[in-house]
């Protein structure tokens, strides 16, 4: 009797172990949240008075009920992927839509918004919420999610949460041809947007957040559209541009351990996007991808947002072109860096 009783609560004690193991690993963040440009922003825009939209056809051609929502892909992005991934939910929920459910606020939201970038004045050529703005957004955040949850548990949600930080390539691409180029070195305009980068983490910190994981600059001068106005007729990559993003990119790097010791009980991940599109782009063939240096809809050599329409001609098979636009990448790309991601940033949080 003696016996079966030791076993029974030798048993009852492993399966909770089990299922409490099972649960973190399946739960590694309380709520993701995501600030940041179009590769991000998952309808946003289509709640603000900009012309830098995608909710129209073409875009969504592959998304769940073949419906444009606002994403600049055929499909999900890299929040709706990560979020699925990470065991939280199916698609990332911008913030701005109208009907949000509670749960869709205790899991997390999506604060980034085509077309913007670190600047506010890159943001304000095209309408669009910068960095500053989406920042605040969060804070409206954290008073639904009081309402909701209560303080306490708010706070806890908070600081269990994530928070996923991809910016930049709209200033970078706005700085070449502005005429601030004229009065400030690339050296000098990365450094400024590497002090708002910061301010910005060390405002989402004192709002809560502990955990950050902060992307590099993709190389965007291999997007359709910086070749097209490059005039180069072999359509080769952009090597200026792509040199000053890893350039920006090292910047940050180093960076990131200094400011992770000035913000107490902070992770601050940083995560080499550059790499992992370049993996894709320095071995398309490996990945099944025929098509690198034109986007998918129209002549893929300049059409973006309104002007990738329904009276646009589009190709046949997406899933072989590295880009749906001539800036952003197809749903295939985007898979291809969440398991980057999920591999080579994510597991350097507890
Ligand atoms: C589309 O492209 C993908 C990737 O190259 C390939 O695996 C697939 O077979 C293609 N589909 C069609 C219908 O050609």
Redesign the pocket.
């Given at each position: 009797m003696a016996r079966t009783i030791l076993l029974l609560l030798l048993f009852l004690s492993s399966s909770t172990t089990t299922i409490s193991t099972s649960k973190r690993t399946q739960q590694k963040f309380s709520a993701i949240f995501y600030f940041g440009d179009s590769v991000l922003d998952t309808g946003n825009n289509n709640y603000i008075p900009t012309l830098a939209v995608a909710n129209h056809v073409p875009y969504g051609r592959s998304f769940p009920g073949r419906r444009p929502t606002g994403r600049f892909s055929n499909g999900r992005l890299v929040p709706d992927l990560l979020n699925e991934k990470l065991q939280l939910k199916e698609f990332s929920p911008p913030f701005l839509e109208t009907e949000l459910s509670n749960n869709d606020i205790i899991t997390g939201v999506n604060f980034a918004s085509a077309g913007s970038g670190f600047e506010d004045k890159t943001s304000r050529l095209s309408n669009t919420m910068p960095m500053s703005t989406q920042v605040n957004l969060f804070k409206e955040y954290l008073l639904r999610l009081r309402n909701i949850v209560g303080d306490k548990e708010a706070s806890r949600i908070i600081e269990n949460s994530l928070m996923f930080i991809s910016s930049g390539t709209n200033d970078f691409t706005h700085y070449y041809r502005s005429l601030k180029k004229k009065k400030m070195g690339i050296g000098e305009y990365q450094d400024s947007i590497l002090r708002i980068a910061q301010a910005s983490v060390k405002e989402l910190f004192n709002l809560g957040g502990r955990q950050f994981c902060l992307a590099g600059l993709p190389p965007f001068g291999c997007t359709p559209i910086q070749i097209t106005l490059s005039g180069d007729p072999d359509r080769a990559c952009v090597d200026e541009q792509n040199r000053d993003a890893q350039a920006y990119n090292s910047k940050l790097e180093k960076l990131l351990p200094t400011l992770q010791s000035s913000l107490h009980g902070s992770k601050i991940v940083y995560l080499d996007a550059y790499e992992a599109f370049m993996e894709i782009l320095g071995n398309p063939a490996k990945?099944?991808?025929?098509e690198t240096t034109r986007g998918c809809c129209g002549t893929g050599l300049r059409e973006i947002g309104l002007f990738c329409n329904g009276l646009t001609p589009i190709c046949?098979?997406?899933?072989?072109f590295v880009f749906y636009d001539a800036v952003h990448p197809t749903e295939?790309v985007y898979r291809i860096t969440t398991d980057f991601i999920l591999k080579n940033a994510i597991p350097q949080f507890n």
């Open positions: 990945y099944g991808f025929t046949r098979n997406e899933s072989s295939r």
